[in-house]
């Protein structure tokens, strides 16, 4: 049987856990429940396990009998703080909490590829570590587990890492897709405090109100964003809050933005963290304000090796068939913090479409919408392409 086929007699298995961790979603780095229902799936499997020491993760290392190197796989385990509108039958349980990023899906594929792989461990040449993290939309679950120790989890070096993310729309169902190069955006937060002194409404003379600088800062970002940047390296600035006063006549003391900063390389990164707070504090200080910025790198830019893309993608077309497997012709305009990793480990990140089969994948919610829906249909290939990275590139190692 191919590795396949022992995927798809999983395949109501692994339905069952992702289902059970979709409707009791955790947020963050603290995830017991979760941890619980991974180590109960893994229970039995002749693995190595460590748990995280400040964070819910969970580690397993799987000793292949034959020697060789060590490959890492990655699944993300936390959800988002968003009520679910989905209208699935297994929907959370949990109010304003759900996996609206697919990682239940990320989570249930690993554990069946550990299944597969445990199964393979007589012909495997070297070792496998598991990486369950916790984490990843923005708690820098994966740097954490870097400084726990994961990348060293096998006592040797890593000769490549993977992973795959699952998309509600983007790709059509059941594709799957990557590139090499830049894969996905750095990700950071720009936070600013607009600094006036408040006062009457129907005297703004007398005050320095906040809330006309705070405007001006805003349009001039974008303004500033076009004028700078080639737009063939795009950045990307989006304003997600404002918040300002408490009544209509009075003018308040401060106003606070907070925006997300999107690169897709690091010296444009690197130009924007120096750039935009010196807009900011120069705008406020034109009108006789102070701008107090709180600059925060978060993800780096995700950046495949090009050797590890064309590996995983020809192997995925030896799984799927090449009908299914796709060359990406630019990145997305999401981030990750697999990027930590692949900073340090040669690898690539996949992306498999899980739009519901017959829908439209241009037109149905993308991944952090209250809507997305993911299929778990894909389970059973998710498991097999990571199982099957993970035994080519070990026999390559160890040729």
């Given at each position: 049987m191919s590795i396949l086929d022992d995927?798809?007699?999983?395949?109501?298995?692994?339905?069952?856990?992702?289902?059970?961790?979709?409707?009791?979603?955790?947020?963050?780095?603290?995830?017991?429940r979760t941890q619980e229902k991974?180590?109960?799936?893994?229970?039995?499997?002749?693995l190595e396990i460590t748990l995280g020491e400040n964070l819910s993760s969970v580690t397993a290392v799987l000793r292949g009998e034959r020697p060789g190197g060590a490959v890492l796989l990655r699944g993300d385990m936390d959800a988002l703080p968003v009520q679910e509108a989905s209208?699935?039958?297994?929907?959370?349980?949990?109010?304003?909490?759900?996996?609206?990023?697919?990682h239940d899906l990320h989570t249930a594929g690993l554990v069946g590829a550990a299944r597969l792989l445990c199964e393979r461990r007589s012909t495997l040449h070297g070792d496998v570590v598991l990486m369950f993290q916790p984490g990843e939309?923005?708690?820098?679950?994966?740097?954490?587990?870097?400084?726990?120790?994961?990348?060293?989890?096998?006592?040797?070096p890593l000769d490549a890492a993977y992973a795959i993310h699952v998309a509600a729309n983007r790709l059509p169902h059941?594709?799957?897709?990557?590139?090499?190069?830049?894969?996905s955006t750095a990700s950071d937060v720009l936070r600013v405090t607009v600094v006036g002194r408040g006062g009457h409404?129907?005297?703004?003379?007398?005050?320095?109100?906040?809330?006309?600088?705070?405007?001006?800062?805003?349009t001039a970002v974008q303004s500033w964003v076009t004028r700078t940047f080639d737009v063939l390296d795009p950045v990307v600035v989006s304003v997600g809050t404002l918040h300002a006063g408490t009544q209509h006549n009075v003018i308040p003391d401060t106003a606070t933005i907070e925006a997300t900063v999107r690169s897709y390389s690091d010296p444009n990164r690197e130009r924007l963290a120096q750039g935009l707070p010196r807009l900011i504090r120069g705008i406020a200080s034109a009108h006789g304000l102070e701008a107090e910025v709180d600059y925060r790198l978060m993800y780096p830019v995700t950046v495949n090796d090009p050797d590890e893309t064309a590996f995983a993608l020809d192997t995925?077309?030896?799984?799927?068939?090449?009908?299914?497997?796709?060359?990406?012709?630019?990145?997305t305009?999401?981030?990750?913090?697999?990027?930590?990793?692949?900073?340090?480990?040669?690898?690539?990140?996949?992306?498999?479409?899980?739009?519901?089969?017959?829908?439209?994948?241009?037109?149905?919610?993308?991944?952090?919408?209250?809507?997305?829906?993911?299929?778990?249909a894909v389970l059973s290939r998710q498991s097999a392409v990571l199982a099957q990275l993970a035994v080519d590139r070990l026999a390559r190692t160890a040729a």
């Open positions: 995927a798809n007699a999983l395949h109501e298995e692994l339905v069952m856990l992702r289902k059970s961790l979709h409707q009791e979603p955790e947020l963050g780095l603290a995830l017991p991974v180590l109960s799936a893994l229970d039995g499997l002749p209208g699935v039958d297994y929907a959370s349980r949990v109010a304003g909490r759900m996996h609206a990023c697919g939309e923005g708690h820098n679950g994966a740097g954490l587990m870097i400084e726990e120790g994961v990348l060293d989890a096998a006592g040797k059941g594709m799957l897709a990557s590139r090499p190069g830049t894969v409404g129907s005297a703004p003379f007398s005050a320095l109100d906040p809330i006309p600088v705070a405007c001006e800062m805003i995925a077309r030896e799984i799927m068939g090449g009908d299914r497997v796709w060359l990406a012709p630019q990145p305009s999401g981030s990750e913090d697999f990027a930590f990793v692949l900073q340090r480990v040669s690898g690539a990140m996949l992306m498999l479409g899980a739009v519901p089969a017959g829908s439209d994948h241009r037109n149905a919610p993308m991944n952090h919408s209250p809507r997305a829906v993911f299929d778990d």
